[in-house]
C-alpha cells in the first residue's frame, strides 16, 4: 500500500496546549498536504508544503517536511476546543492525492 | 452553489440493490475525485477525472463500482448489488488543473454521501 501513516491515531490535549501530529510516507512526492474532519462532514484544506520546502506557517499552523525521511509534522500552537478534528496528511504525486489514516485530535478546554 | 454538492446525504439501501451517488464539482474544476471513508478509517481512493483524459479507475475495489462524469462536470458513482461491505461515506472533491497540466494540489471536498446497506 502506498497509504501514509499518522502518528498518534489519537491526541488528547488541554486548552493552550500545542498539539503535534506526524506523518510517513513510502513514495517520491510533488507535494504534501494537511487536512481537518469535523466528526460527520468533509474535509478541509489546511496547508500545503512542496517537496523543495522544508517548513510553512499558516497562522497557528507549523508543517515540516523531511524529505530524506520521508516524513512532515504538523504543529498546532496555543490549541482551543474548536481545534477538536482529526487531522489527515495526504502526499500528492502527478494526480491522484494518497491520504493516510489520520489522527484524532481532542482538545479540552 | 461555490462548493461540492453530493446528494444524497445519506442513503439506505438493502443488500443487492443498485444505487447511485451524484455529485456536482466547483465551476471550473476540471479535476474530480471519488474516495471512500469507512468508520474511523482514512479515505480508500476510488477514481479520479480529469478533463478528458481515460479516468484512473485503480481504486474502484470491484467491477459492481463505475463512475462516469458528464460533460466534465458532475459524476455519477454507480454500485451494483450492493453488499453491507459497501457502507460507508462516499466522498467527492474537485480541483483545479493548471493549463500546463499539473494538479495544483489543493483538493475541495463534499460533505459525504452516506451508504447504509442493510
Known amino acids: 500500500s502506498q497509504q501514509g501513516e499518522e502518528d498518534p491515531q489519537a491526541l488528547s490535549i488541554q486548552e493552550g496546549e500545542n498539539a503535534t501530529m506526524n506523518c510517513s510516507y513510502k513514495t517520491s512526492i510533488n507535494n504534501l498536504q494537511w487536512y481537518r474532519q469535523n466528526s460527520g462532514r468533509g474535509l478541509v484544506h489546511l496547508i500545503l508544503i512542496r517537496s523543495n520546502e522544508r517548513e510553512k506557517h499558516s497562522g497557528r499552523l507549523r508543517v515540516t517536511l523531511d524529505t530524506s525521511k520521508k516524513s512532515s509534522s504538523l504543529l498546532i500552537t496555543a490549541s482551543r476546543a474548536a481545534d477538536t478534528a482529526s487531522y489527515f496528511c495526504?502526499?500528492?504525486?502527478?494526480?491522484?492525492?494518497?491520504f493516510g489514516k489520520g489522527t484524532m485530535l481532542l482538545v479540552s478546554p | 452553489g461555490a462548493g461540492v454538492s453530493q446528494s444524497p446525504s445519506n442513503k439506505v439501501t438493502e443488500k443487492g440493490k443498485d444505487v447511485e451517488l451524484r455529485c456536482d464539482p466547483i465551476?471550473?474544476?476540471?479535476?474530480l475525485y471519488w474516495y471512500r471513508q469507512s468508520l474511523g478509517q482514512g479515505l480508500e481512493f476510488l477514481i479520479y477525472f480529469q478533463g478528458n483524459s481515460a479516468p484512473d479507475k485503480s481504486g474502484l475495489p470491484s467491477d459492481r463500482f463505475s463512475a462516469e462524469r458528464t460533460g466534465g462536470s458532475v459524476s455519477t458513482l454507480t454500485i451494483q448489488r450492493t453488499q453491507q461491505e459497501d457502507s460507508a461515506v462516499y466522498l467527492c472533491?474537485?480541483?483545479?488543473?493548471?493549463?500546463?497540466?499539473?494538479?495544483?494540489?489543493?483538493?475541495?471536498f463534499g460533505e459525504g454521501s452516506r451508504l447504509t446497506v442493510l
Open positions: 472533491a474537485s480541483s483545479l488543473v493548471t493549463s500546463g497540466g499539473t494538479n495544483t494540489g489543493e483538493l475541495f
Open positions: 465551476s471550473g474544476h476540471t479535476a
Open positions: 495526504a502526499h500528492s504525486g502527478y494526480s491522484t492525492l494518497t
